[in-house]
């Protein structure tokens, strides 16, 4: 009979609190500035001039079809050797954000690319500039339209984070390994972490569906 | 008045809800073999649920309900696959298999089922083909047909199991306006050849012309009864004359 | 101190690249088997299926991936198995692509119209004959683009492997970028490989949708 010991795990709760708070701290950064790169980029794709429209569209794609992991070693083990040096948490951040606005840009120029060609008539013949059409008229509609591929996908990048514990960011996955290193409790350890994410994941959808109709894009 | 030998399709106190909402409120009725039974009324007044309810695509919640002397059991599967090969339905939607062509559409229930071979089966859909006025469409695919072609194969489709008694659930309402004949002349050679027929309909002429009796529903339960120069002609309840009323533009 | 080239990284590297070609078949491939039989429980409505497929789905799609790698090494470790790191990549990752391939392929059944069911339901076809002759057909159509989009998925997943020791094209760059010394280079050479392998897989699927929505 195999014998757990989810108490010696438990116990070290302040680490894995810290973990969480890092793993949260690090989301609720990356989240707003991510989804603000992806609305940047999705303007780009359909109203910038050509050779914008090309850059934003190599960053998708190379985003895109690398894993997470790759960017982040990259970010954090790569440019060291051209004399770049990033701390672990300002790596992870970055990593984080470059991902999820390669990703959100998709997300959101979907959802702008789906407005009915009658609103962009109405506000033009009522003289708005084509800021005020993107920011006031297409934008708040299309990002409802997308809002759960957006709440995912930020989800996606939350749980994605774990990889971070990688490069010694004081993570929720760090605090795990470094509590099963100590009481060699690894599966208890993991199994617990793991648990925190689900529940976190929970949260999280259920606050980012409350915050935006709220202050986002209206009910 | 059929007797409960001779009906061929018996429904005794049928209930049904949706929910809190009950949509068939105690139906008795008895079709008797090569009966025409044309069922209207408003929409909300239960009459596609009762059809559903024939051949188990709903389920009902209290009463009795019996097709060629047997009664029908919803648990069981065998019972449910003998029903349906002895009642047959024609949807207001039409709901060809797209990925089949013409001819497979046809064939796939009796070949599956009543384990046709091949070769029966062709001769039998290029036959009902021919019946419907479709004979050189048997290749075709449903997305090349107009909608009252579509409905014509649905038809050839349905009567491929040689069913007993054909339900027809509005099968003209998704039609443009000069698609219907060809579907409704088809269906009154169903009729002549003495097919048992219940049809929700709202093409009042052709249930006048065609039917044996109607059925007029209201509130979910049998508001009036008869042939159709009874309903269409001495109308007995206030709710029928406004229902009547209403549908002469 | 020896002067390693490109060429020495890009050699390396795509000698490792096999494996991760093996253990993103391995997934996928195994993934989609167990993802088939988790539906077709789902849709023969055997008591119980729905919550428990549910469950699974939301288990694996609501914890990270690394936290499934570790739990099957660990955890295979546990029941007294000799666990190598191919084994434990290879269970983390076929139960982590069948829950998403599952949940995938139930949105493309659910996209067949009502109608269908009941028409061949009124047909008095079964189960088994509705699900070959009418549902599947449609439902196979609507799946192949997603379904080849998530090997993309599947691919970059790989790469997690190499956290657990497992070594494919990431842990290879790794470990070349501390023999060479040259890491921007092999880093940068690592994401172009994986760019190499998963874009085209990606302008597939996408043509795929395009010529699949546009037939009918």
Redesign the interface.
């Given at each position: 009979m195999i014998a757990f010991d989810f108490p010696a795990v438990l116990a070290e709760w302040p680490l894995l609190a810290r973990g969480l708070g890092a793993t949260v701290a690090l989301t609720a950064v990356s989240a707003p500035i991510g989804v603000g790169v992806g609305v940047a980029c999705a303007w780009a794709r359909l109203h910038g001039p050509r050779g914008l429209r090309t850059a934003v569209g190599i960053y998708v794609e190379l985003i895109r079809n690398t894993p997470f992991i790759v960017q982040l070693f990259f970010l954090f083990f790569g440019l060291p050797g051209l004399g770049v040096k990033l701390a672990p948490e300002v790596a992870s951040l970055l990593a984080m954000t470059v991902n999820l606005g390669a990703y959100a840009a998709e997300i959101v120029r979907a959802g702008v690319a789906a407005t009915p060609r009658g609103q962009i008539e109405a506000a033009h013949s009522l003289a708005l500039n084509e800021w005020q059409t993107y920011t006031r008229v297409v934008l708040p509609p299309a990002l409802k339209r997308v809002w759960p591929a957006l709440v995912s996908q930020i989800i996606i990048v939350m749980l994605g984070s774990a990889v971070c514990g990688q490069i010694s960011t004081p993570e929720l996955s760090y605090a795990a390994n470094l509590i099963q290193s100590r009481n060699f409790r690894a599966f208890e350890a993991f199994l617990i972490a793991a648990g925190i994410y689900l529940l976190a994941c929970v949260a999280l959808r259920r606050l980012l569906n409350w915050i935006g109709p709220r202050f986002i894009f209206g009910r | 008045m059929a007797t409960a030998e001779s009906a061929i399709v018996d429904i005794r106190g049928l209930r049904k809800r949706f929910g809190p909402n009950e949509v068939l409120k105690g139906i008795d009725l008895s079709v008797r073999s090569g009966e025409v039974i044309a069922i209207i009324g408003k929409s909300g007044s239960g009459k596609s649920t009762l059809l559903r309810c024939i051949?188990?695509?709903e389920v009902f919640d209290a009463g009795s309900l019996s097709v060629g002397g047997q009664a029908l059991v919803h648990g069981d599967?065998a019972a449910?696959?003998?029903?349906?090969?002895r009642v047959?339905?024609i949807?207001q939607?039409?709901?060809?298999?797209?990925?089949l062509s013409v001819g497979r559409n046809i064939m796939?229930?009796p070949t599956?089922?009543k384990a046709r071979d091949r070769a029966a089966a062709t001769a039998q859909a290029r036959a009902l083909l021919a019946r419907v006025g479709l004979a050189e469409k048997f290749d075709a695919h449903p997305?090349q047909l107009s909608g009252g072609q579509q409905q014509r194969v649905?038809i050839a489709?349905?009567l491929a199991?040689e069913p007993a008694v054909l339900l027809c659930d509005e099968i003209t309402s998704a039609l443009d306006p000069e698609l219907v004949g060809e579907v409704l002349r088809v269906v009154e050679t169903l009729a002549l050849e003495g097919m048992t027929l219940l049809m929700v309909t709202h093409e009042m002429g052709f249930a006048r012309k065609v039917s044996d009796r109607l059925v007029f529903m209201h509130a979910g339960r049998i508001h009036e009864m008869g042939p159709p120069e009874q309903i269409f002609g001495a109308p007995q309840t206030v709710e029928l004359k406004q229902f009547l009323s209403s549908i002469h533009d | 101190m020896v002067e390693f080239s490109l060429w020495d990284i890009v050699r390396n590297l795509l000698l490792a690249g096999r494996w991760t070609v093996v253990l993103s078949l391995i997934a996928f491939s195994g993934g989609a088997v167990v993802a088939a039989a988790l539906l077709l429980a789902r849709l023969a409505r055997l008591p119980g299926a729905d919550t428990v497929v549910g469950l699974y789905v939301q288990l694996f799609q609501g914890t990270p991936l690394l936290m499934q790698l570790f739990l099957a090494y660990f955890g295979l470790a546990l029941f007294g198995m000799n666990v190598s790191a191919w084994v434990a990549a290879s269970v983390a990752l076929t139960l982590y692509t069948s829950a998403f391939l599952t949940e995938i392929w139930r949105g493309c059944v659910n996209a067949v119209p009502r109608g269908q069911w009941e028409a061949s339901a009124a047909l008095a076809m079964n189960l088994g004959e509705q699900l070959r002759h009418v549902i599947a057909p449609q439902a196979l159509r609507v799946a192949v683009a997603p379904t080849v989009g998530f090997l993309v998925q599947v691919v970059k997943a790989t790469a997690l492997a190499s956290v657990i020791g497992f070594v494919e094209l990431t842990k290879a760059g790794t470990m070349i970028s501390n023999a060479t010394f040259r890491p921007f280079a092999v880093y940068a050479c690592l994401a172009l490989m994986y760019f190499g392998l998963c874009y085209p897989i990606s302008a597939w699927s996408r043509s795929l949708e395009r010529k699949l929505s546009g037939h009918r």
């Amino acid at each position: 009979m195999i014998a757990f010991d989810f108490p010696a795990v438990l116990a070290e709760w302040p680490l894995l609190a810290r973990g969480l708070g890092a793993t949260v701290a690090l989301t609720a950064v990356s989240a707003p500035i991510g989804v603000g790169v992806g609305v940047a980029c999705a303007w780009a794709r359909l109203h910038g001039p050509r050779g914008l429209r090309t850059a934003v569209g190599i960053y998708v794609e190379l985003i895109r079809n690398t894993p997470f992991i790759v960017q982040l070693f990259f970010l954090f083990f790569g440019l060291p050797g051209l004399g770049v040096k990033l701390a672990p948490e300002v790596a992870s951040l970055l990593a984080m954000t470059v991902n999820l606005g390669a990703y959100a840009a998709e997300i959101v120029r979907a959802g702008v690319a789906a407005t009915p060609r009658g609103q962009i008539e109405a506000a033009h013949s009522l003289a708005l500039n084509e800021w005020q059409t993107y920011t006031r008229v297409v934008l708040p509609p299309a990002l409802k339209r997308v809002w759960p591929a957006l709440v995912s996908q930020i989800i996606i990048v939350m749980l994605g984070s774990a990889v971070c514990g990688q490069i010694s960011t004081p993570e929720l996955s760090y605090a795990a390994n470094l509590i099963q290193s100590r009481n060699f409790r690894a599966f208890e350890a993991f199994l617990i972490a793991a648990g925190i994410y689900l529940l976190a994941c929970v949260a999280l959808r259920r606050l980012l569906n409350w915050i935006g109709p709220r202050f986002i894009f209206g009910r | 008045m059929a007797t409960a030998e001779s009906a061929i399709v018996d429904i005794r106190g049928l209930r049904k809800r949706f929910g809190p909402n009950e949509v068939l409120k105690g139906i008795d009725l008895s079709v008797r073999s090569g009966e025409v039974i044309a069922i209207i009324g408003k929409s909300g007044s239960g009459k596609s649920t009762l059809l559903r309810c024939i051949n188990g695509l709903e389920v009902f919640d209290a009463g009795s309900l019996s097709v060629g002397g047997q009664a029908l059991v919803h648990g069981d599967k065998a019972a449910m696959r003998g029903l349906r090969q002895r009642v047959g339905m024609i949807f207001q939607g039409f709901n060809l298999f797209p990925h089949l062509s013409v001819g497979r559409n046809i064939m796939l229930a009796p070949t599956l089922v009543k384990a046709r071979d091949r070769a029966a089966a062709t001769a039998q859909a290029r036959a009902l083909l021919a019946r419907v006025g479709l004979a050189e469409k048997f290749d075709a695919h449903p997305d090349q047909l107009s909608g009252g072609q579509q409905q014509r194969v649905a038809i050839a489709r349905a009567l491929a199991m040689e069913p007993a008694v054909l339900l027809c659930d509005e099968i003209t309402s998704a039609l443009d306006p000069e698609l219907v004949g060809e579907v409704l002349r088809v269906v009154e050679t169903l009729a002549l050849e003495g097919m048992t027929l219940l049809m929700v309909t709202h093409e009042m002429g052709f249930a006048r012309k065609v039917s044996d009796r109607l059925v007029f529903m209201h509130a979910g339960r049998i508001h009036e009864m008869g042939p159709p120069e009874q309903i269409f002609g001495a109308p007995q309840t206030v709710e029928l004359k406004q229902f009547l009323s209403s549908i002469h533009d | 101190m020896v002067e390693f080239s490109l060429w020495d990284i890009v050699r390396n590297l795509l000698l490792a690249g096999r494996w991760t070609v093996v253990l993103s078949l391995i997934a996928f491939s195994g993934g989609a088997v167990v993802a088939a039989a988790l539906l077709l429980a789902r849709l023969a409505r055997l008591p119980g299926a729905d919550t428990v497929v549910g469950l699974y789905v939301q288990l694996f799609q609501g914890t990270p991936l690394l936290m499934q790698l570790f739990l099957a090494y660990f955890g295979l470790a546990l029941f007294g198995m000799n666990v190598s790191a191919w084994v434990a990549a290879s269970v983390a990752l076929t139960l982590y692509t069948s829950a998403f391939l599952t949940e995938i392929w139930r949105g493309c059944v659910n996209a067949v119209p009502r109608g269908q069911w009941e028409a061949s339901a009124a047909l008095a076809m079964n189960l088994g004959e509705q699900l070959r002759h009418v549902i599947a057909p449609q439902a196979l159509r609507v799946a192949v683009a997603p379904t080849v989009g998530f090997l993309v998925q599947v691919v970059k997943a790989t790469a997690l492997a190499s956290v657990i020791g497992f070594v494919e094209l990431t842990k290879a760059g790794t470990m070349i970028s501390n023999a060479t010394f040259r890491p921007f280079a092999v880093y940068a050479c690592l994401a172009l490989m994986y760019f190499g392998l998963c874009y085209p897989i990606s302008a597939w699927s996408r043509s795929l949708e395009r010529k699949l929505s546009g037939h009918r």
